[in-house]
């Protein structure tokens, strides 16, 4: 059988690129299809704001005409610029058990990031840290989330064999809901409260909300100085308001401001859309919205997505305000278990959050890098 490698150049073939996975991870149980046009849209080299300032490639590997894998390389100058090294980025990196698929998808990533004086290349990475990252290592009997992608357990050895390492790792928690307050969180949020003179937004629709979410972006760019986390444009906050916020419930973004209407902190949260884009297959129309709306309005899941706190107020118990407020609208909306979402695994400050909870982390992503020698 001959593998080739083909550098994806019109839209066509990108449209290839993005349907693979859905075809490589049919029936499978544990997969969560991603919402096809918003990837579709993040990869495409008109329509993603990332574009200005980064570069990228995208392949397909072909055997006997048939397309058995797929591979993005990105360069992202921001990375350099703030954290001062030359990495490239490998991403939507997905491929059938064979280790010369794999490896030859990962030998061109690479060739090209040595042709662009790159030093390594590490990832999975997207453009920013929105984007899908890190690659499932433990946890492949759990459902995935639409935030994190699923992997075959065989993908990790095939990194390990094409010379990868560990770099870092993220880990995920399934957080149970308690049946009723949590005295000390609630206590806690009130005094918090009252010292800082702080209150929450209480958005009663979308535009609402919408009116807040900038600030949003700049609070997150502020608190998250982690692993790979560049600053975005404002075209970008643009789009990725576009992108998430406009069907997140408002009530699952509580938003703490100060006396000045100053953004102090924010949650995002939201019920689980795992089994619903199961059953639409990553389309909405033309009618998988419906599994999606009924997701939002029934469920007894959810998922965090983000918990950003402004520095200045951070280790003054500004969270618990946030965790008092979704703890109500999980009771609200009947929801037993949360996911947490990736979490960098020695970010303790976050993990001690769930110290008042009963919690199981299942679930464990890694980052992998390779030194690139010319």
């Known amino acids: 059988m001959t593998l080739t490698i083909k550098e994806v150049n019109n839209l066509a073939l990108l449209k290839q690129f993005v349907n693979f996975p859905y075809t490589l991870y049919a029936g499978n149980p544990y997969w969560v299809p991603s919402i096809r046009t918003n990837v579709l849209n993040t ?46 980025r490998f991403g939507w990196f997905d491929f059938i058990d064979d280790p010369e698929v794999s490896a030859a998808l990962l030998k061109t990533a690479e060739d090209w990031a040595r042709s662009e004086k790159q030093d390594a290349i590490h990832g999975p990475l997207g453009f920013t840290n929105l984007d899908p990252e890190a690659m499932l290592v433990e946890g492949f009997e ?18 390990q064999r094409a010379g990868y390492s560990k770099d870092t790792d993220y880990v995920e928690f399934e957080i149970k809901v308690p049946k009723g307050k949590v005295e000390k969180i609630s206590k806690l949020a009130e005094i918090v409260a009252k010292r800082n003179a702080l209150h929450f937004l209480n958005a009663k ?9 900038p600030q949003i972006f700049e609070l997150m760019e502020e608190a998250y100085l982690h692993y790979g986390v560049t600053p975005l444009t404002r075209e970008q906050v643009d789009a990725y308001i576009d992108q998430y916020l ?6 699952f973004v509580p938003i703490v401001l100060d006396e000045k209407e100053r953004m102090v902190a924010f949650g995002i949260a939201m019920p689980s859309l795992s089994k619903a884009m199961q059953k639409n297959k990553g389309k909405l129309y033309p009618f998988g919205f419906i599994p999606v709306l009924r997701a939002l309005r029934k469920n007894d899941k959810a998922d965090l997505y983000l918990i950003a706190i402004r520095p200045a107020y951070q280790g003054m118990g500004v969270n618990s305000m946030l965790m008092a407020n979704m703890l ?9 278990s949360v996911e947490s979402n990736p979490e960098l695994e020695d970010n303790y400050k976050v993990q001690s959050q769930w110290k008042h909870f009963e919690t ?4 464990r992503r890694r980052i992998f890098i390779k030194k690139l020698t010319v």
């Not at 990332?50 to 360069?75: H, M, N, P, T």
């Not at 921001?78 to 490239?88: K, L, M, P, S, T």
């Not at 629709?205 to 979410?213: D, G, Q, V």
């Not at 199981?360 to 679930?363: G, L, N, P």
């Open 43 to 88: 990869l495409r080299w008109d329509r993603n704001p990332a574009f200005e300032y980064c570069q990228a490639k995208y392949w397909l590997a072909y055997k006997d005409g048939k397309i058995v894998g797929r591979i993005a390389g990105i360069i992202n100058p921001r990375f350099e610029e703030r954290f001062h090294r030359r990495y490239a």
């Open 360 to 363: 199981r982390q299942h679930k």
């Open 205 to 213: 629709n979308r535009k609402e909300l919408l009116r807040f979410a």
């Open 246 to 251: 406009g069907i997140i419930p408002p009530k």
């Open 142 to 159: 759990e459902v995935a989330t639409l935030a994190a992608s699923y992997h075959f357990p065989y993908y990790k050895e095939h990194m």
């Open 328 to 336: 109500d609208v999980f009771h609200e909306m009947g929801i037993t």
